[in-house]
Structures are given as C-alpha cells and as structure tokens.
C-alpha cells in the first residue's frame, strides 16, 4: 500500500502522537527530578513545566484515540488544537531567534524580578549575586558571597549574558523543529479525516 493509503496515514499519525506521549512525560520527569534534587525550587516553575507536559499529554492521547477510532470530532479538534499550538510556538520560536541584545538584557531583567526563589536558585547555581549589582550588605546563597570576604562575586547579569544567545537559539530551534511536527499532524489528521475506512460500509460518510 502506497504511504498516502489508510493504514500509512493512521500509523504516522499514531507514530508522531506516541512522540509527543513521550516527550511529555520526559518534560514532566525532569520538572519533578529537578524539584525532588532541590535543583529548582520555585514551584511556579515546576508548575509550569508540568502544565505544559500534562497539556501535550492530553492533546497527544486524544489524537491517539481519533486515529484509532477513526473518530471525526475528535481528530477535528485535534486539528484545532495543534493548529492554535502550531501558531503560538513558531511565534515564539522565532521570536526567540530575533531577540536583539538590548531585548534580551530586559527580558532577563524581568524574569529575574518575578520571583525571589528563582534568584536563589540561579545565584546558588551560577555562583553569582544580585542581577546588575551586588548589594553585600544583603543576603545571597553563593558561596562567593560568603567565602569571598575581598568583595569579588560576579553579578549574575554578567554570567547568565555569557549564555543567553546560545540559549534562546538553542530553545528557538527546538521550537521551530517541533512546530513543523505540529502541522505535520494538522496536514495528517486533515488528511486521515478525509480517506475512508476500507473495512467500514463503502456507502457510508466519513
């Protein structure tokens, strides 16, 4: 049978949603590994890693089930879903790939202001304290802070600008890979809609 036949088409479609099955669970493992280690503790963080795992989950179990079935409200709104997905994600994928220095000097800046748990956890990790200055006459959990009495810690602005370019091409290009997985399975849920079941009623509608 030619890969444009019923049964290719339903077997890639099931294939690319046992992909997003696992990629979901890894996203979900690592949020909880790295909460358990204490490698994260901000629990919006975590949340929201999980949020997102748990939603790609779902989305990936109901293409699952319309592929199988060959249910067409199901794979209907699958469509729709992946579609929204699809434009969100290659928005922000390419906006991650076009952010200029100065904008992404801000976008840190305001990250970091968000939420005093991820400022510990980055000065933990980095070795660094404060964001553009260090205030020695406050409280930081690195050890340059303590360990360094000659006043030598680096601020974090500095390291983390080191890495931030590399970072967001690196998540812009993960993005923009699997936004194009995403309307890969528009085009075939789409397209698996439209064919009949050879083994059902050749007079039914589907």
């Not at 077997?11 to 790295?34: D, E, K, T």
């Not at 020695?136 to 030598?152: E, I, L, M, T």
């Not at 370019?165 to 075939?188: A, D, K, N, P, Q």
Request: proline share 2%; net charge positive; hydrophobic share 45%.
């Amino acid at each position: 049978m030619v890969c444009g036949g019923f049964v290719c088409t339903k077997n890639s479609l099931c294939a690319l949603n046992i992909l997003y099955v696992l990629v979901s669970l890894l996203l979900m493992g690592v949020a909880a590994w790295g909460k358990w280690f204490g490698l994260v503790s901000s629990i919006r963080v975590v949340a929201g890693v999980i949020g997102v795992g748990v939603f790609l989950f779902l989305v990936a179990i109901v293409g699952l089930c319309g592929a199988l079935k060959h249910h067409q409200v199901l794979l209907f709104f699958y469509m729709m879903i992946l579609f929204i997905v699809f434009v969100v994600q290659f928005s922000v994928s390419c906006a991650c790939l076009a952010l200029n220095k100065d904008q992404q000097n801000l976008l840190l800046e305001v990250g970091w202001n968000k939420s005093e748990d991820t400022q510990k956890d980055v000065e933990k990790t980095l070795d660094c304290c404060g964001f553009s200055y260090v205030n020695y006459n406050g409280s930081c959990p690195a050890r340059c802070f303590h360990d360094a009495p000659s006043q030598s810690c680096n601020t974090c602005s500095n390291i983390i600008q080191q890495y931030t370019g590399e970072v967001l091409r690196f998540v812009g290009g993960i993005g923009l890979f699997f936004s194009f997985t995403e309307i890969l399975g528009v085009w075939l849920a789409h397209r698996y809609r439209n064919i009949k079941d050879p083994r059902s009623n050749p007079g039914a509608f589907l």
